[in-house]
């Protein structure tokens, strides 16, 4: 793979356009804000507050993991295609614009609601919040562990190509997530093919299978698991696929937007509810979830786009790519299974009434998860300044001159870098 594959002109180019019209929108709204402050004194200390919520919400642990954890996969899926048709990869840096957007519509729609019937409903927040939480909290942590378990599954496949090339000293190029991606295709094929020709051919199959078997073991590898077709292909292809594009995150956000368990949403619906029925018109109200609406989108989506600059950097060469994704893969990995669990726990604790040091700790978890946020964005932000400067002067550049690259099924020596 070179940069006439992957441009990362083109990643910087986009990922400065969706900033700037980020930031475009965040100043007009403010400016709408202005406007309205100057009619209404009394709500600025209030917009103040609902953007503060809105960019404390967006580090929530739940939002990065998921954000982070989606925008390897269509990274991987994205150079898998910019292999097979030649072209320029479209790096998936909407991510976290659309998972945003997907959870602000049910923040706006729910400030909308309860603004225009707010003395009604003045004292349902509590019950309100405590359903929601139960639906959001347990989306998530499905996704986060589904998520997870997905990457494992590609992180041991990455610690295996590790091992081959230090003992090996050539790197055959296998892309895991292509396998699972492209199975479905080429096992419709094969299906096709044998329901059309099975009688003909099922001497010449046998043949080939044994072939390939022979092949396999002289060569000393054995890739049933994950070749089209295979028990892992079969189980998690569905699954994985789930979501292929950014834009598909915002069905997601709507799902996690469900979970009004936290102080940061609760707070800007008590908000807007309190301005309400001091007699401030339901539209002027509407000021606060917009405001908690960019602030949440200029942050999550700038956390999606450090994510494909990162990963973007890591796919001009395959063994940069190799170590790097290994490093982040596990970190991925990592946050997936200690935000899934914290959220399932701490959802436990909460309904079931647990207690006790264990089920405290967690309880703890779930109601600090900004500041696990902040550590996520830390730690990858770390991780990457990390992985350019150990690939500047540390020896992965003398192991890319070692090591042979060849792609999966090429004879040895041709260099595909």
């Excluded at 967006?58 to 954890?69: E, K, P, T």
């Excluded at 790096?91 to 603004?115: E, M, N, Q, R, Y």
């Amino acid at each position: 793979m070179n940069d006439s594959i992957f441009s990362r002109r083109a990643l910087r180019r986009k990922s400065l356009f969706v900033i700037g019209s980020l930031v475009l929108v965040n100043i007009i709204v403010w400016v709408l804000a202005a406007i309205t402050a100057k009619k209404y004194p009394s709500m600025l200390g209030s917009m103040v507050i609902a953007y503060t919520l809105g960019l404390r919400h967006a580090v929530d642990a739940d939002h990065l993991a998921a954000i982070d954890n989606v925008t390897r996969k269509l990274m991987y899926q994205e150079s898998i295609k910019s292999r097979i048709e030649g072209q320029e990869l479209a790096p998936p840096v909407c991510v976290g614009l659309f998972f945003s957007l997907g959870h602000s519509t049910i923040v706006v729609a729910a400030s909308v609601v309860i603004a225009a019937t707010a003395a009604a409903i003045e004292d349902k927040f509590e019950a309100f919040g405590a359903t929601g939480g139960i639906i959001g909290t347990s989306v998530s942590s499905a996704f986060l562990f589904l998520i997870g378990f997905i990457n494992l599954i590609i992180l041991i496949q990455v610690a295996q190509e590790l091992r081959s090339v230090h003992r090996t000293g050539e790197y055959r190029y296998r892309d895991p997530v292509k396998q699972m991606v492209e199975g479905a295709t080429a096992e419709d094929t094969m299906d096709d093919d044998n329901n059309d020709h099975h009688n003909n051919n099922q001497a010449v199959g046998k043949t080939d299978s044994k072939t390939d078997d022979d092949t396999n073991a002289k060569n000393g590898t054995n890739n049933s698991r994950f070749q089209p077709g295979g028990l892992f292909a079969r189980i998690f292809r569905p699954l994985f696929n789930l979501i292929d594009r950014s834009w598909k995150m915002y069905p997601l956000g709507v799902l996690f937007g469900l979970g009004f368990d936290t102080a940061t949403e609760v707070g800007l619906l008590g908000i807007a509810a309190t301005h309400a029925e001091a007699g401030f018109p339901t539209a002027v109200t509407l000021i606060f979830p917009a405001l908690f609406t960019v602030a949440m989108s200029l942050i999550d989506t700038l956390d999606g786009i450090i994510m494909a600059n990162a990963y973007g950097w890591a796919f001009v060469n395959p063994v940069k790519k190799l170590w790097y994704n290994f490093v982040v893969t596990l970190m991925g990995v990592i946050v997936a299974f200690v935000v899934g669990a914290a959220e399932l726990l701490g959802l436990l604790a909460a309904e079931l009434n647990l207690d006790g040091p264990f089920w405290n700790f967690f309880t703890m978890l779930s109601d600090n998860f900004g500041l696990i946020g902040y550590i996520i964005v830390g730690l990858f932000v770390f991780t990457w300044i990390f992985a350019v400067l150990f690939y500047k002067y540390g020896p992965i550049k003398g192991l890319e001159d070692r090591v042979i690259i060849v792609e999966e099924g090429e004879h040895s020596g041709k260099d595909v870098v």
